[in-house]
């Protein structure tokens, strides 16, 4: 039966076909074989990362046309490799380049079988084993954060959870918003860094503030927010007769990896009224570990936290969460009450139907991976994840120490976020100063470009504030160890000294 | 190797081991056959669509605790077969309860791809492929709408592609408002029917609109928007010295399965320089059809479409589209420009760079599925399952016609959506009266009970406007043959007939 899988098609295996059960099974095995060949290429150090084709060549390339009549099995196994083939291996141990990377192998089980179940969170009357799970592992995230009540739930992606944050607020602080639109409330104002996440501004201006009314803030030199300028900030706001009430607070900026000073933050927005956001959808990694959840001191302190496991806690995109010191609001917030869906007169406690806490109505199931991953790995294999990639971090800045003529740092980092210029061979004996580094922010670009040419290393690169573009490292893949630090920098150097 | 990876623990396969290929491999596998387990039962017409348990049992029965250290690896395929066990078999041919329904095995396949691949969708730099794809499925998309230009994108469900459509639409029209917020702008008015989405509301609120500045529409006797009513409110509006700026113009409502009429609609908003937008989240996939894209005659005509593959052209949830008529709006609304993201110097073209188009930052790649099944269908299996599901539900409505004494139709459907009240046998010489019908009413909640403890069976129900609660049976699922509308028939007397 396998043997002639390639010439059938669609309709020979399951759903249409009730008597598939051969043929499926055939059809779903091959696909297998060809993601277990893919993992295993892309945990192999030899291999390329990617195979870079500009957007017009790829197309050429690749067969990606809808055809009118369906195309048999063995043409989706090809399309399958094919699209592999091209692609990049996000989880390759070169590939430093966004602040999700890795490919671990529990939470992708957890993903195959989500795929399977084909649920949507919205009730626990279809996804009951998954809404359970949502509770404990939401529930486990806010003893992280020091939340001893408070809700939670996993959300669409970092930023529509900032989102999420910036609506509850809105409407616990002016709850007949909901009824009566912006227009029936004074100007309200926000506040975030300038290094925080654009989502900031975007939240603004989707919810209807307006960009205008984000104030950012200025940060100290290594990044972190300035609490005399937000304080004045917010004065200035009431002298303008507008009314402060949200204040973003980040816990691992995008690109340096900083974190705002939460406690006087947090002193600041009591003072005042604020509600006080954490966007820690990097850093929130950090309270896994004993070692580095200084960094987050005074987390219980927040209104709300953003949390994103799908970056510094390695499962699959997208994992994203935001959690709510006080119980309530997400569903004072979001609930519309639709009838066909959230019937009242349900033979369970309908307390355990979710869907009308979010503006979305269906859901994905986004908790199954997580709650694998963490049965897998405990707290403890969580707290080791974390400390490793701190540490593969420090080797980096280390080693980039005992070669200061060829690598420049821009600064210490507070977290994995390594900020650099590479030096080639004809600028080793110049000076720092602003012309040379602008022409280290030109070859940082085509550095970049020979780096994807090449194939074998990914890392990304920036502007920021003043400076030109400057690469910024990141060890988020548990795959990582001293040997990819040491491939990173020679092939760094292999690449780059003849710029 | 194989042999003893149920003592092994996460440490030994990759990422962490990298010498691990051939335990992950094993354990893989081993995940592998639960799911192709767990698939031939949700096939085969003899098994339970779920064991019902109240929430509070199955929190006994589960062990969902995060524990200190992790689990070996036997325990997690342990807790794989244990949360299939308890859950909701959605791809089951009897299960008749939501709107996405069905397992098709070439969206699981394309899934299974998408999670090794485990890739973000904004930038070309590490998605090249699946951006090259989504472009190619969205332009066949905006196809069957009649759009000759345009733009779309993928959108995290349906609700968030309305609300999508509400922001593009207000930059559209009043592109100061991104700036100054909405306390800028005149007090701006929406219009949707009674019977369409909440969703409507749920993005008025989150926008800053106000629920009270959506105006809800009355319906004709079979549930679609009476553009008479919608008028008169426009011309209310305008007399208030509000701005009537968004018609939500539904394909297809949650429950009556009821279709708007597109070419008045769209001749009003014409008239009064409304922005006309489609919700066809449920509808869409008629467009599919010769034969039923009449029900969405004139589509051509909105500024913008919601359309979900997941629904209606069972595509895994999720799988969500928003179109829009105009190229640049998505970009114009949503754009903040990250410079650490949407480097404009990087070495190829970045208009492929798509993650400025929308308030998300990460976006989870949900087209590989779906270009995959199209791939395999081709248009003429996505018609031919199209007009299958009319077909069987089709024949669910005359079989119900030949027993009228059992089953009472509320109306002839337009779509998939079959709407009726089972008779029990102490009511069976009643006549058709308001007190007959609210009994009924109870006796569906009382029904809808048995069906989840016996487990065989799984329809939904709700109240709508006068009517007290009815069930609301949807064809969905490619699996469904007329075998299977027969036991549905079968199975309600035999459960109800003593109600």
């Given at each position: 039966m396998a043997d002639n899988i390639e010439t059938l098609g669609h309709e020979?295996?399951?759903?249409?076909?009730?008597?598939g059960k051969e043929q499926t099974r055939a059809f779903l095995m091959k696909v297998v074989e060809i993601l277990l060949e893919y993992i295993d290429e892309e945990n192999d150090r030899k291999s390329k990362i990617l195979d870079f084709k500009m957007p017009e060549e790829l197309e050429q390339i690749l067969d990606l046309d809808i055809p009118q009549k369906g195309l048999p099995l063995g043409q989706l196994l090809k399309d399958c490799r094919s699209t592999l083939k091209w692609q990049v291996k996000t989880g390759h141990p070169h590939y430093f380049n966004q602040l999700s990377?890795?490919?671990?192998?529990?939470?992708?089980?957890?993903?195959?079988?989500?795929?399977?179940?084909?649920?949507?969170?919205?009730?626990?009357?279809?996804?009951?084993?998954?809404?359970?799970?949502?509770?404990?592992?939401?529930?486990?995230?806010?003893?992280?954060?020091?939340?001893?009540?408070?809700?939670?739930?996993?959300?669409?992606?970092?930023?529509?959870?900032?989102?999420?944050?910036?609506?509850?607020?809105?409407?616990?602080?002016?709850?007949n918003y909901k009824k009566l639109g912006l227009k029936a409330l004074p100007q309200l104002v926000m506040y975030t860094s300038i290094d925080s996440h654009y989502s900031?501004?975007?939240?603004?201006?989707?919810?209807?503030?307006?960009?205008?009314?984000?104030?950012?803030?200025?940060?100290?030199?290594?990044?972190?927010?300035?609490?005399?300028?937000?304080?004045?900030?917010?004065?200035?706001?009431k002298a303008r007769g507008q009314v402060p009430f949200f204040v973003n607070c980040t816990c691992g900026t995008t690109v340096v990896g900083a974190f705002d000073p939460i406690i006087p933050i947090a002193e600041l927005c009591q003072k005042y009224?604020?509600?006080?956001?954490?966007?820690?959808?990097?850093?929130g990694g950090v309270l896994l570990s004993k070692k580095h959840r200084r960094l987050m001191e005074g987390v219980e302190r927040a209104n709300s936290v953003t949390w994103n496991p799908h970056k510094l806690m390695g499962t699959h995109l997208q994992c994203?969460?935001?959690?709510?010191?006080?119980?309530?609001?997400?569903?004072?917030?979001?609930?519309?009450?639709?009838?066909?869906?959230?019937?009242?007169?349900?033979?369970?406690?309908?307390?355990?139907?979710?869907?009308?806490?979010?503006?979305?109505?269906?859901?994905?199931?986004?908790?199954?991976?997580?709650?694998?991953?963490?049965?897998?790995?405990?707290?403890?294999?969580?707290?080791?994840?974390?400390?490793?990639?701190f540490a593969m971090s420090?080797?980096?800045?280390?080693r980039m120490k005992e070669m200061p003529e060829k690598f420049h740092l821009i600064q210490e980092p507070e977290m994995?976020?390594?900020?650099?210029?590479?030096?080639?061979?004809?600028?080793?004996?110049?000076?720092?100063?602003?012309?040379?580094?602008?022409?280290?922010?030109?070859?940082?670009?085509?550095?970049?470009?020979?780096?994807?040419?090449?194939?074998?290393?990914?890392?990304?690169?920036?502007?920021?504030?003043?400076?030109?573009?400057?690469?910024?490292?990141i060890v988020s893949n548990a795959a990582v160890k001293k040997e990819d630090i040491d491939f990173l920098l020679a092939e760094l150097d292999r690449l780059g000294h003849d710029l």
């Amino acid at each position: 039966m396998a043997d002639n899988i390639e010439t059938l098609g669609h309709e020979d295996i399951y759903p249409i076909n009730k008597d598939g059960k051969e043929q499926t099974r055939a059809f779903l095995m091959k696909v297998v074989e060809i993601l277990l060949e893919y993992i295993d290429e892309e945990n192999d150090r030899k291999s390329k990362i990617l195979d870079f084709k500009m957007p017009e060549e790829l197309e050429q390339i690749l067969d990606l046309d809808i055809p009118q009549k369906g195309l048999p099995l063995g043409q989706l196994l090809k399309d399958c490799r094919s699209t592999l083939k091209w692609q990049v291996k996000t989880g390759h141990p070169h590939y430093f380049n966004q602040l999700s990377s890795g490919l671990d192998i529990l939470s992708l089980a957890g993903e195959w079988l989500t795929s399977a179940a084909n649920t949507n969170m919205f009730t626990y009357e279809i996804a009951p084993v998954f809404i359970l799970m949502e509770n404990v592992v939401l529930k486990e995230m806010r003893k992280f954060l020091g939340f001893v009540h408070g809700d939670s739930i996993l959300a669409p992606g970092g930023s529509l959870a900032n989102m999420y944050a910036l609506m509850g607020a809105r409407h616990k602080m002016f709850p007949n918003y909901k009824k009566l639109g912006l227009k029936a409330l004074p100007q309200l104002v926000m506040y975030t860094s300038i290094d925080s996440h654009y989502s900031a501004m975007g939240a603004a201006a989707s919810c209807g503030l307006g960009t205008d009314n984000v104030i950012q803030i200025d940060v100290d030199e290594i990044g972190r927010m300035r609490v005399d300028k937000l304080e004045e900030a917010v004065l200035a706001t009431k002298a303008r007769g507008q009314v402060p009430f949200f204040v973003n607070c980040t816990c691992g900026t995008t690109v340096v990896g900083a974190f705002d000073p939460i406690i006087p933050i947090a002193e600041l927005c009591q003072k005042y009224g604020i509600w006080l956001h954490i966007d820690a959808a990097w850093g929130g990694g950090v309270l896994l570990s004993k070692k580095h959840r200084r960094l987050m001191e005074g987390v219980e302190r927040a209104n709300s936290v953003t949390w994103n496991p799908h970056k510094l806690m390695g499962t699959h995109l997208q994992c994203s969460s935001i959690h709510f010191k006080q119980d309530g609001i997400l569903l004072g917030c979001n609930q519309m009450c639709a009838e066909y869906l959230f019937q009242q007169d349900k033979h369970y406690d309908v307390s355990f139907d979710t869907g009308d806490k979010v503006p979305q109505c269906g859901r994905r199931n986004d908790i199954f991976k997580l709650w694998l991953m963490w049965r897998g790995k405990g707290n403890e294999g969580f707290e080791q994840h974390i400390d490793h990639l701190f540490a593969m971090s420090d080797y980096l800045v280390q080693r980039m120490k005992e070669m200061p003529e060829k690598f420049h740092l821009i600064q210490e980092p507070e977290m994995v976020n390594v900020l650099f210029w590479y030096i080639p061979e004809r600028l080793r004996d110049q000076p720092d100063t602003k012309e040379r580094n602008a022409e280290l922010g030109r070859i940082t670009a085509q550095l970049k470009a020979r780096m994807m040419t090449t194939g074998s290393l990914m890392i990304t690169y920036q502007p920021l504030r003043h400076l030109p573009n400057f690469f910024r490292n990141i060890v988020s893949n548990a795959a990582v160890k001293k040997e990819d630090i040491d491939f990173l920098l020679a092939e760094l150097d292999r690449l780059g000294h003849d710029l």
